[in-house]
T-cell receptor, first 113, second 113 residues
Framework: QQQVKQSPQSLIVQKGGISIINCAYE??????FPWYQQFPGKGPALLIA?????SEKKEGRFTISFNKSAKQFSLHIMDSQPGDSATYFC????????????FGTGTRLKVLA | NAGVTQTPKFQVLKTGQSMTLQCAQDMNHNSMYWYRQDPGMGLRLIYYSASEGTTDKGEVPNGYNVSRLNKREFSLRLESAAPSQTSVYFC????????????FGPGTRLLVL
């Protein structure tokens, strides 16, 4: 029940295309869903996050879509660029507790020039 | 403002040797975390410290110990390293109770032979 399932494991997209990464969870107590971006040799960094009281959040080319009834959320990268090539992790946590994140297994995105 | 710093950046150990990974943050965060990252496994929580003076086990604590030395520093110790502990280790911190974002350090690559 604590798992966050992430797919696909890897993704190759042409420059200018849309990248979509999906995550699913079971624990309905989760109330904060961040996405982290990690470049090779670096630590993960927060990209965008959403709470379940909204169905969508957009920041520039990055959008989170959230489906509370299906217990799924996804990251959409519009107009994907080679500089977006990185590993993306979704996560979930219960903010009333100890803020422990449960991470997905990651998606390695490669954007071809 | 250095954020989260980790030392060393890379270490090679022989089976049975011990070592301590160091982590420090200068953001006045109350919570700190240790993760390990393995291919296809995402980020898994080893131990965390919700506040100075407290530590708790995460998902994969076996073979590790931690010390929250003060508010800034949180160390991870391997008492008797095993090849299964070959991994990349990340420290993170957050301002739990006020802000959900976890900030990650650059990581320590550990190879156990």
């Amino acid at each position: 029940q604590q798992q966050v399932k992430q797919s696909p494991q890897s993704l190759i997209v042409q420059k200018g295309g849309i990248s979509i990464i999906n995550c699913a969870y079971e624990n309905t107590a989760f109330d904060y869903f961040p996405w982290y971006q990690q470049f090779p040799g670096k630590g993960p960094a927060l990209l965008i996050a959403i709470r379940p009281d909204v169905s969508e959040k957009k920041e520039g080319r990055f959008t989170i879509s959230f489906n509370k009834s299906a217990k799924q959320f996804s990251l959409h990268i519009m107009d994907s660029q080679p500089g977006d090539s990185a590993t993306y992790f979704c996560a979930a946590t219960v903010t009333s507790g100890t803020y422990k994140y449960i991470f997905g297994t990651g998606t390695r995105l490669k954007v071809l020039a | 403002n250095a954020g989260v710093t980790q030392t060393p950046k890379f270490q090679v150990l022989k089976t049975g040797q011990s070592m301590t990974l160091q982590c420090a943050q200068d953001m006045n965060h109350n919570s700190m975390y240790w993760y390990r990252q393995d291919p296809g496994m995402g980020l898994r929580l080893i131990y965390y410290s919700a506040s100075e003076g407290t530590t708790d086990k995460g998902e994969v604590p076996n073979g590790y110990n931690v010390s929250r030395l003060n508010k800034r520093e949180f160390s991870l110790r391997l008492e008797s390293a095993a090849p299964s502990q070959t991994s990349v280790y990340f420290c993170a911190s957050s301002f739990s109770g006020k802000q959900e974002t976890q900030y990650f350090g650059p990581g320590t690559r550990l190879l156990v032979l």
